[in-house]
């Protein structure tokens, strides 16, 4: 099992910045991928960010290329997603979640283990 708690969320105005935490434990493999999703109120949860083990490889949604930068600290076995310039469009909750083959996906199947997710508002 493996138990994800994210953090860093809560209400900034529209242009300004907000930094999310996802810290790994339990039977974490030796090398394994992480992505950030979010769903905003009434959508369905969609794709944000990934980065491989190595932090090497990295996706992210064309909505946030340039804004968002997403990094991990093995380490720390913990994964950022740093959001610059925000907009009230990036209000949901952002959920971090592991994927244990270490495939960077964009997609939700694949991923083993989700957070319970953080709370972003961007206020206009």
């Known amino acids: 099992q493996v138990q994800l708690v994210e953090s860093g969320g809560g209400l900034v105005q529209a242009g300004g910045s907000l930094r999310l935490s996802c810290a790994a434990s339990?039977?974490?493999?030796?090398?394994?991928?992480m992505g950030w999703f979010r769903q905003a109120p009434g959508k369905e949860r969609e794709f944000v960010a990934a980065?491989?083990?190595?932090?090497?490889?990295?996706r992210y949604a064309d909505s946030v290329k340039g804004r968002f930068t997403i990094s991990r600290d093995n380490a720390k076995k913990t994964v950022y997603l740093q959001m610059n310039s925000l907009k009230p469009e990036d209000t949901a909750v952002y959920y971090c979640a592991f994927d244990q083959t270490n495939i960077v996906r964009t997609t939700e199947p694949g991923y083993n283990y989700w957070g319970q997710g953080t709370q972003v508002t961007v206020s206009s």
């Open positions: 980065i491989s083990w190595g932090g090497t490889t990295t």
């Open positions: 339990g039977r974490t493999f030796s090398s394994y991928a």
